[in-house]
């Protein structure tokens, strides 16, 4: 493990690079890591952003970070709550800047699956379906996803059901971060530890990696502000994520 960056640290990190300056910032359900993000931004970064959550929770500031991103704890210190369909009604006309949303399956077009694995009809896995996603992604201004695994299963060719479609701007895995430009993903940086060879060997669909270098090391803010929140190692070792 490299002693800048661990696939957690990698990933969480990279997924709060995502956050910018005076957005509105979601993150949902079954979306530990991007919650995670979401306390570090807060923490390492020295602009505003609103973040709100699939708890209810507007700009919370929990004191006991829960390990579900749909804990009612994860509301405290809000400075006010939304239901539901506040933050899908605020999606729709436009309002939120950055959604982070899971899949298991996505393709270099950043379309989605969350239905199931195998024909539709006769499914080798049946998923548990796309949520908010068909809603979010075409209304998010940007959307952002994440695989813990990186691999030709996973980022595919073609995608074995089309759950959700739209503003996928980011796929960030443990070796690779991808930006979507022009419709399509190309590869952005990869983990030190790893090597483009790898990247390409390991994703399912083509991209283009012209511009691609090995990722920027994590800044002194950001390894203190991951530290501070997970002082034991308790999230990082429940997400086991392996390179």
């Known amino acids: 493990m490299s002693s800048s960056w661990s696939p957690f640290s990698y990933i969480v990190i990279n997924l709060a690079r995502q956050i910018r300056a005076n957005e509105v910032t979601f993150s949902g359900v079954n979306s530990t890591l991007p919650m995670l993000a979401c306390i570090l931004a807060k923490r390492a970064y020295d602009f505003h952003f609103t973040w709100i959550n699939v708890a209810g929770g507007v700009e919370p500031q929990p004191g006991v970070i829960p390990h579900s991103s749909s804990d009612p704890g994860i509301v405290t210190g809000s400075a006010a709550i939304f239901s539901n369909q506040d933050f899908y009604d605020l999606c729709a006309r436009g309002g939120i800047g950055l959604v982070y949303l899971g899949c298991a399956q996505i393709d270099a077009e950043g379309r989605t699956n969350v239905s199931s694995i195998g024909p539709h009809d006769k499914p080798k896995v049946r998923l548990p379906g796309g949520g908010g996603a068909a809603v979010m ?24 059901f089309v759950t959700a479609a739209g503003n996928l701007a980011a796929l960030v895995t443990p070796i690779a971060v991808f930006q979507r ?21 390991r994703t399912g669909f083509a991209f283009d990696a012209d511009c691609a270098a090995p990722t920027a090391p994590p800044t002194a803010p950001e390894t203190n502000a991951l530290r501070a929140i997970d002082p034991d190692g308790a999230f990082e070792a429940e997400a086991g994520i392996r390179i």
Do not use: C, I, M, N
Not at 141 to 160: C, N
Not at 181 to 201: A, I, N, Q
């Open 137 to 160: 992604l075409p209304t998010a201004q940007r959307v952002a996803t994440w695989r813990t695994e990186h691999s030709p299963r996973t980022l595919v060719d073609k995608l074995d």
């Open 181 to 201: 430009t022009s419709g399509r993903f190309r590869l952005e940086s990869w983990h030190p530890e790893s090597s483009l060879d790898e990247v390409v060997k």
